[in-house]
């Protein structure tokens, strides 16, 4: 075997041998923070993946896709510094500084832009992307993660929020996660900027603010007090914007509630929650004042979800971003959604042992007594799997004892056995690995039964 290597010298290999570069042997394992899929893991992510368009599809949203590879200014104008440092940006070969998608709101909000005329509203989409950023790899984040994206444009509703809480709550139910595994916890970005102002923060500081405040689940009060004082806000005010942990939206509207803002967002807040019990959601929302988010784009309602025994990273995030379509040159329209990342749901449902048993791989297996049965036994494989049904056999002609080991493994529910004496008459012997019984019929017969 040939092979080109970096210095555009070429050198012969033995095929099979591991491929080696002058001295450098090359690992069989990932990147930091890079995932293999083996079978095992990968129909976890195909379990996941199925039930989130299941629940997508319920909710009456439709699939789209983007490229995996945009333009570097798409993110670093309308992300936020925390993703924009960690994009995987590079210069192509064509010049153009590009970045592979750290998230995909803002392909998403550039889709729409550019036929957002031509699009009836408001319009539902969801995808499931896969991202990339450099971040440090830990328990729950990794460099590279999917995620299913839940977006809606063109409505300002309360309605439509709750409706988009509630597909991301029922994506999780749909995998058999309860009220006792996961809470969504929700608040208002326009709420939490227009109090912050009223506590003294200056609008200029509210997105160190938020970025301080984001942080809040994770660090102490101590590191948030010192984050939101390093940014320039008085430590009178940030020991108020500390104090918003505890308050309601009673205490809110006491203290702010003259100011229209305040009162807008609160009454929104309120018929937020009237409309998430109505639709059966009281046990899974809760109020916390302190959540903002670290994006920068949101505009009202933000909410993210979050296991229930706080032993992993959020599961979801999402709000409102009601300018973005605009800031990426569409038309002024109204958007929410959110993302639910595969890595911390994968490592939740572990945890609750919401893992699938391992699905069969073969519906039957043709067993072949020697090797001159081998013909008959092809044509009886490759007729039922012309009808659909996933076959095996065993391609060395080995003992009928290890064919029927090999049948065993595979989890087929029939095996179907073809000796000298069965090729004479046309005919095989059906057992069922449920029940060992075991019939004798015509391979005609079997045909008919199948598919
Ligand atoms: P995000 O909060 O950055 O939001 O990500 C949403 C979810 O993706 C997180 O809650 C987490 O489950 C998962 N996730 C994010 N980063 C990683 C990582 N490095 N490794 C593993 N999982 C990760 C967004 O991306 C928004 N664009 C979501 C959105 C859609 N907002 C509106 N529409």
Not at 115 to 144: C, D, M, N, T, V
Not at 201 to 210: H, I, S
Not at 257 to 283: D, K, N, P, T
Not at 307 to 317: P, V
Request: glycine share 10%; hydrophobic share 45%.
């Amino acid at each position: 075997m040939e092979c080109a290597c970096p210095a555009g010298r070429r050198f012969l290999l033995p095929v099979g041998q591991a491929v080696s570069y002058i001295g450098v042997l090359m690992t069989t394992s990932s990147l930091p923070g890079f995932r293999d899929f083996y079978p095992a893991d990968l129909a976890l992510r195909t379990h996941i993946f199925r039930t989130w368009r299941t629940v997508a599809r319920r909710y009456g949203f439709v699939e789209y896709d983007g490229p995996p590879l945009e333009s570097l200014d798409l993110y670093t104008r309308k992300s936020g510094e925390e993703i924009v440092g960690q994009l995987y940006g590079f210069t192509d070969q064509g010049g153009r500084e590009v970045a592979l998608r750290p998230e995909m709101t803002p392909t998403f909000a550039r889709m729409v832009a550019a036929r957002a005329g031509g699009l009836p509203k408001p319009i539902k989409w969801f995808s499931i992307p896969q991202l990339f950023r450099y971040e440090r790899p830990q328990k729950g984040r990794l460099r590279e993660h999917f995620q299913l994206n839940v977006d809606i444009v063109g409505e300002t509703s309360v309605a439509s929020d709750v409706e988009v809480v509630a597909a991301a709550i029922d994506m999780l139910r749909a995998l058999g996660l309860g009220s006792a595994d996961f809470v969504a916890r929700y608040s208002d970005r326009t709420l939490i900027s227009a109090v912050l102002q009223e506590m003294g923060v200056p609008e200029a500081l509210l997105p160190a603010a938020f970025a301080a405040l984001d942080k809040a689940d994770r660090e102490s009060e101590q590191w948030v007090f010192d984050r939101l004082v390093e940014a320039g806000v008085g430590e009178l005010e940030a020991k108020r914007v500390l104090a918003l942990a505890d308050m309601d939206l009673a205490d809110l509207s006491d203290q702010f509630g003259a100011v229209a803002a305040v009162e807008e967002s609160l009454s929104r807040l309120r018929q937020f929650r009237e409309q998430a019990e109505a639709a059966g959601l009281a046990e899974f929302v809760e109020l916390d004042l302190r959540l903002v988010r670290g994006l920068a784009y949101y505009t009202g309602l933000v909410f993210e979800i979050w296991d229930r025994r706080g032993k992993f990273r959020a599961i979801c995030g999402g709000g409102r971003y009601d300018d973005l379509l605009e800031a990426v040159g569409g038309p002024a329209l109204p958007a929410l959604g959110f993302g639910m990342g595969d890595v911390v749901l994968g490592e939740l449902l572990r945890d609750r042992d919401l893992v699938p048993d391992d699905e069969a791989t073969l519906d039957d297996f043709v067993i072949h007594v020697s090797e001159a049965e081998l013909p008959a036994a092809l044509r009886i494989v490759h007729s039922l799997r012309a009808r659909g049904r996933r076959v095996g056999f065993d391609y060395r002609s080995r003992s009928v004892g290890r064919q029927f080991k090999v049948a065993n493994q595979s989890g087929a529910e029939r095996v179907i056995v073809v000796g000298p004496e069965e090729v004479e008459r046309d005919e095989c012997v059906v057992r069922s690995m449920g029940t060992g019984d075991e019939v004798r019929m015509d391979v005609a017969d079997l045909f008919s039964g199948a598919g």
